[in-house]
């Protein structure tokens, strides 16, 4: 039994082609995640750009989805742009109309021995030498693994997400709504909007997080929402525009899950998924920096392996959140018990001229940012028997919540022997 972790960094080569990234003999990997933004050291740079991703090579056939999100620094009229591909790994954009910048396609997973992951970087940033942070899963406690994309049906009140046969129903989702049709290379550049959730069986909803920004304004305006569920799409303008979570698993269908519409959606938008199967142990749960350095644990039902998390720079809402003074700085970030990574962006709300800015550290497995991306909080972390623990090396006074996933090997259970003593 074992669930495999690797969270680590990739630098962008000199020349576009393959990338192979070495993972211990038998390590088996089945799913790998990305996520970034273009700085070549921990740091925060201007404009924001950001983008995540996830691939399965399941039957020797690459699966996978991206997402990038563009906003524009310094900018007298709000200038963004979101993109959503079918063909591609991870993606970075550059300017307001979607042009793309980076791309990165997954090429294959070897197991056994000489276990890898190959990608291929097909369209290298302007940026040279860049750092980008992933996280791969593996192991035979992930039996199953895949990367699809759907569409959300308007006006209804569930919806059947049907997978390929003989994949059974997943124990975890993990999803983003960029709000967006799904492409093969070709640009989206509509109102910059991102969302992030995963959930397990629908009988403990976790949280998502949704972002929207109003592209043409002459006054900054951004929206975040972080609510009980499995992913929304949003407007700044319009607010909630579709909202959902896993319903309980007795109705999922035999192959593939079913979602419930909270609030019905009037367009068909694109979800991203990444569905695993397995005996793996899994915990999902939110939390909130604390006011003081120091150790904070976050509690799993046997030794974890992987640690991911996500957030924005305020405290829990109630709704759509278009005022908060703090708005808003977004970011992710992920650990194997002895490497981490996290990166994100921030979006200055109420301005007349735009302050936008990226993040990234492979140094932190955590970092929150003002608006104005000035630090607030940020942390290391590390494994402790059951437990995952981040060390605050710098504390922020207001709590600011984020979600986070332990991923962790399947735990025997040992019977207890009773004995009757006369």
Known sequence: MALNCQVGTVT???STGNQTISLPANFDPKAIIMWG??????????????????????GSVVQQRCFGLYSA?????????????????????????????LEIDLVSMSVGATSNVIINWTNLHTT???LLNYMILGGSDITDALVMSVSTTPS???????????????????????????????????????????????????????????????????????KAGLGAGISETAGLDFEFHLSAKT???????EITYDDQTAFSDAIGILALKGTFTRSLST?????????QTYSHIGPPSAFFMFGANIATIAGTDTTNSSLIAVGMGGGDGTNEGCAGWTNDDALG?????????????????????????????????????????????????????ILGSEVAFVPRIMRQVN
């Open 156 to 226: 209804v009140a569930t919806q059947d997400i049907t997978v390929v046969a003989g994949f059974g129903q997943p124990d975890l989702v993990m999803c983003f709504t960029p709000s967006m049709s799904f492409s093969t290379s070709a640009q989206q550049w509509i109102l910059p909007s991102f969302g992030i959730g995963f959930d397990d069986n629908g009988t403990i909803r976790n949280r998502y997080l949704a972002y929207a920004e109003d592209e043409g304004n002459t006054t900054m305006a951004v929206a975040v929402r972080h």
């Open 353 to 405: 001229t735009s302050d936008n800015n990226s993040f990234f550290s492979n140094a932190k497995v955590w970092q929150t940012y003002s608006q104005a991306a000035a630090l607030l909080a940020e942390g290391d972390h590390s494994f402790s028997g059951s437990d995952v623990i981040i060390n605050w090396n710098d504390a922020d006074a207001t709590a600011r919540e984020f979600s986070y996933l």
């Open 12 to 14: 962008q080569p000199g």
């Open 37 to 58: 933004s273009p700085l070549t050291a921990a740091g925060v740079i201007a404009n924001s750009t950001f983008g995540w991703g996830f691939g399965t090579y399941r």
């Open 73 to 101: 620094d310094a900018a007298a009229t709000q200038n963004g742009a979101s993109r959503g591909q079918s063909d591609a790994l991870f993606v970075l954009m550059s300017g307001g109309t979607g042009t793309l910048d």
């Open 251 to 257: 109705d999922w269908p035999t192959d593939g899950f």
């Open 128 to 130: 040279g030498s860049i």
């Open 287 to 295: 939390a909130a920096n604390p006011s003081a350095t120091g150790n």
